[in-house]
């Protein structure tokens, strides 16, 4: 049994800034070309590709569950601006509920990329947005930028090998 990689210590990610869904469709499609995907965290890169799918589908299907409502409402006020804006720092460990609904335990790149293009494209085609298991009611383009940062934390552990 491996042990985990600390991963706010990792270093050699790579750079992402995305201010669009397309940008991330764009990094995902580069990663899907390469000959190999080297991956620097604990997850497989089919692993790091379902879980983004899953938020992203979750942001429009609803979570099973939420953070009780006082957290939400002081995410709301006090992280929410900084969430949406700066990146996402790496190393943070989710709740056990939230990490048993987006956390896939295994999952191969194919897989991985399957469903992370099409919740890409759900995001690109339906309006309907639910509000967030954590930040609570949040707009279609909170949500857009929400996503962009989530995918940059994530990708940037990705590395493609060409």
């Known amino acids: 049994m491996s042990t985990a990689i600390d991963t706010a210590k990792v270093t050699n990610r790579r750079q992402l800034q995305f201010s669009k869904t397309e940008d991330i469709i764009a990094d995902v499609e580069k990663l899907a070309a390469a000959r190999e995907i080297r991956t620097l965290g604990n997850w497989s890169s089919g692993q ?57 335990p295994s999952a191969t790149t194919e897989e991985g990329l399957q469903n992370i293009r099409k919740a890409l494209h759900r995001l690109q085609t339906e309006d309907h947005r639910e509000p967030s298991a954590f930040l609570g009611p949040m707009t279609r383009d909170e949500w857009e930028k929400l996503h962009c940062r989530h995918s940059e934390l994530h990708l940037s552990f990705l590395i493609p090998v060409t």
């Open 48 to 104: 790091v590709f379902m879980h983004l799918a899953n938020t992203m589908n979750k942001s429009m299907d609803g979570f099973n569950h939420r953070l009780p409502w006082p957290i939400r409402v002081i995410a709301r006020v006090f992280i929410k601006r900084g969430f949406l804006k700066k990146p996402m720092k790496a190393g943070f460990q989710l709740p056990a509920k939230s990490a048993a609904e987006l956390i896939c």
